[in-house]
């Protein structure tokens, strides 16, 4: 399998399960996005919270350079450790929601 259709598959495994969680507090749910043309990934909440309108984005990666990059995890999930027990290696998960100084300090790619 092509390495950026693995990546993609690793990412929306973990999209879809995140995609399952039900809000008790929400009439609506999550959404998964998924620009595969531009390889751009990312779960998104919607709907009401009592006469307060919701709309989070609590996970989004992209494929950037053959790289996984997380953008954003608002979630309590190790998104890293996630990717890399589907084999995607350390070298290629990128934490883009560190600034760049800091993600040498990761245990993830810098970019």
């Not at 998924?34 to 996970?59: L, S």
């Not at 995890?73 to 990717?83: D, F, H």
Request: charged fraction near 30%; glycine fraction near 8%.
């Amino acid at each position: 399998m092509d390495k950026i259709k693995q990546y993609e598959k690793a990412i929306l495994n973990i999209l879809e399960e995140y995609a399952k969680i039900k809000y008790a507090n929400i009439d609506g749910g999550n959404e998964v996005i998924a620009d595969k043309e531009n390889h751009r990934y990312q779960v998104v909440t919607i709907g009401w919270d009592g006469d307060v309108f919701v709309h989070d984005c609590p996970i989004h990666f992209d494929i950037i350079d053959g790289k996984i990059w997380v953008q954003q995890n608002m979630t309590e999930w190790e998104v890293g450790e996630m990717l890399e027990e589907q084999g995607v290696p350390k070298s290629d998960i990128v934490p883009g929601f560190l600034p760049p100084d800091l993600r040498q300090y990761s245990k993830y790619a810098v970019a």
